[in-house]
């Protein structure tokens, strides 16, 4: 008795059901590629010199999005730490600074004074109120003279960054036109330098 085998419409059209699978994938991995960008890590490349010794020109970085991702998950503001590199948007991005994106240092926070005199910058809190120099902790990677004439008391919900080369006007940044830094505009912190890869490092 001869029986008749059904076949499935994909089965009969092998080459629809390999463009289906294409699709399928390629659909993946762009949402994939989003939710990674988006809520785990994000890359970027570093132009200019105004983070010298630490990073320079060209230099590849991953910056670790998880921190702010965790933070607006508890609906909170994501605050950095003193000293770490960040990556933020860019304030005045349709103004004086073009790039949407800056990478600074974290110097001070709301309610702190900062004070740049005599090419020390100086950070005065309830904690300090004599005031100290926050680039002590950075492994000497900021240059040690700070240009700039400032007196600045951080504004609520802001923070203060500088770059790390701070002679010459080396550095747009809280110092002298960029201002104080609305901590919804951070990306998140910098984790860790991918290129050059002799120079592989975290942060």
Do not use: C, W
Not at 55 to 67: A, G, T
């Amino acid at each position: 008795m001869d029986t008749e085998v059904k076949t499935t419409f994909l089965q009969r059209h092998p080459v629809l059901k390999d463009a289906i699978g294409l699709v399928g994938f390629i659909i993946a991995v762009v949402v994939g590629t989003v939710i990674l960008n988006s809520f785990v890590f994000r890359s970027y490349n570093v132009v200019g010199g105004s983070m010298e010794n630490t990073l320079h020109s060209d230099d590849r970085i991953l910056v670790n999005r998880m921190p702010v991702t965790i933070a607006h998950l508890q609906n909170k503001e994501y605050v950095p730490e003193r000293g770490q590199i960040i990556v933020f948007t860019n304030p005045n991005g349709n103004s004086i600074e073009k790039d949407k994106y800056i990478i600074k240092r974290v110097i001070a926070f709301a309610d702190e004074r900062v004070v740049v005199k005599g090419g020390v910058l100086t950070v005065y809190n309830d904690e300090h109120p004599s005031g100290f120099e926050p680039d002590l902790g950075f492994h000497g990677e900021p240059k040690k003279h700070t240009d700039g004439d400032v007196d600045i008391v951080v504004p609520e919900g802001e923070i203060f960054v500088s770059g790390d080369n701070r002679e010459n006007g080396n550095s747009y940044d809280s110092r002298n036109g960029l201002g104080t830094i609305p901590l919804y505009d951070v990306v998140g912190p910098a984790g860790m330098r991918i290129f050059p890869f002799d120079k592989i490092r975290l942060f």
